[in-house]
């Protein structure tokens, strides 16, 4: 069966409840937007795509310090939902919606952008390369982009640690159809360094996203509490080995 791009139709609350609401998805907005404070200048108004945005919490942060912010779902729910959060923080004015694909949106004449974000986007995409190609048809010269992906070699840890061989001996790191939450192209970071290579944009700044946490047992995560696991992963992020064996990999790199 052919790989299709997959969208999450019909599933914003389940994405809320697994995701968004609980430490993991408060890790990798912590450590995101932590390096992307460190990286970029954000004091000035910036035009930004958040491109497979989601339930919009980057868009929300980007647009309270005052950018100009281009919100992309193609799902319809989590469209719907982001802007019900967004209007309830009194911040549409700096919103645009939009509910294309990245293909749809990059075929349109619209302004490039200064900034993109695409995170846990890539990894959802048949065709990862071509997609970042897509991205860099948007974005301006000397503009930003900001993707977050699942990482292959996290996948494969996981398994190995609950003696899941036969996954790995299958190559069944990655999921074909459109159930679950298995990526469909969960990728190598030294796969992902080398389109970037290719495609001549600088890498400014490369973090692993959540270095500990998903490997910690569930009874020290019940006992933990959550600002002494950031002060951790913000350590750990950016230190051999625990970066290249993160859950998810952190790239900002700027167009040429």
């Given at each position: 069966?052919?790989?299709?791009?997959r969208?999450?139709?019909g599933?914003?609350?389940?994405?809320?409840?697994?995701?968004?609401?609980?430490?993991?998805?408060?890790?990798?907005?912590a450590i995101?937007?932590?390096?992307?404070?460190?990286?970029?200048?954000?004091?000035q108004?910036?035009?930004v795509?958040?491109?497979?945005?989601?339930?919009?919490?980057?868009?929300c942060?980007?647009?309270?310090?005052?950018?100009?912010?281009?919100?992309?779902?193609?799902?319809d729910?989590?469209?719907?939902?982001?802007?019900q959060m967004?209007?309830?923080?009194?911040?549409?004015?700096?919103?645009?919606?939009r509910?294309?694909?990245?293909?749809?949106?990059?075929?349109?004449?619209?302004?490039?952008?200064?900034?993109i974000?695409?995170?846990?986007?890539?990894?959802?995409?048949?065709?990862p390369?071509?997609?970042?190609?897509?991205?860099?048809?948007?974005?301006?010269?000397?503009?930003?982009?900001?993707?977050?992906?699942?990482n292959?070699?996290?996948?494969v840890?996981?398994?190995?640690m609950v003696?899941?061989?036969k996954?790995?001996?299958?190559?069944?790191?990655?999921?074909?159809g459109?159930?679950?939450f298995?990526?469909?192209?969960?990728?190598?970071?030294?796969?992902?360094?080398?389109?970037?290579?290719?495609?001549?944009?600088?890498?400014?700044?490369?973090?692993?996203?959540r270095?500990?946490?998903?490997?910690?047992?569930?009874q020290?995560?019940?006992?933990?509490?959550?600002?002494?696991?950031?002060?951790?992963?913000?350590?750990?992020?950016?230190?051999?080995?625990?970066?290249?064996?993160?859950?998810?990999?952190?790239?900002?790199?700027?167009?040429?």
């Amino acid at each position: 069966m052919k790989k299709q791009d997959r969208i999450f139709n019909g599933l914003a609350q389940r994405f809320n409840h697994r995701i968004y609401s609980n430490p993991k998805g408060k890790i990798r907005l912590a450590i995101t937007q932590d390096d992307l404070q460190q990286t970029l200048d954000l004091s000035q108004p910036l035009n930004v795509l958040d491109m497979g945005a989601g339930l919009g919490q980057m868009s929300c942060w980007l647009a309270q310090q005052g950018h100009k912010v281009t919100l992309c779902e193609p799902a319809d729910d989590m469209l719907s939902e982001a802007k019900q959060m967004l209007d309830a923080e009194g911040l549409s004015d700096h919103v645009l919606y939009r509910n294309d694909t990245l293909q749809t949106l990059s075929q349109t004449d619209i302004e490039p952008f200064d900034l993109i974000i695409f995170h846990a986007v890539l990894e959802w995409m048949a065709d990862p390369q071509q997609a970042i190609a897509d991205l860099l048809t948007l974005l301006k010269p000397k503009g930003y982009l900001s993707i977050m992906f699942y990482n292959h070699h996290s996948a494969v840890m996981r398994s190995l640690m609950v003696a899941d061989f036969k996954r790995i001996k299958n190559n069944y790191i990655a999921a074909m159809g459109n159930k679950g939450f298995t990526p469909i192209s969960p990728l190598e970071p030294a796969q992902v360094k080398a389109w970037f290579d290719k495609f001549g944009v600088e890498i400014l700044n490369w973090s692993g996203v959540r270095a500990f946490y998903d490997y910690m047992h569930p009874q020290a995560r019940e006992k933990v509490k959550l600002n002494d696991v950031l002060e951790m992963e913000r350590k750990y992020s950016k230190i051999e080995p625990w970066q290249s064996l993160a859950r998810y990999q952190h790239v900002i790199t700027q167009r040429a």
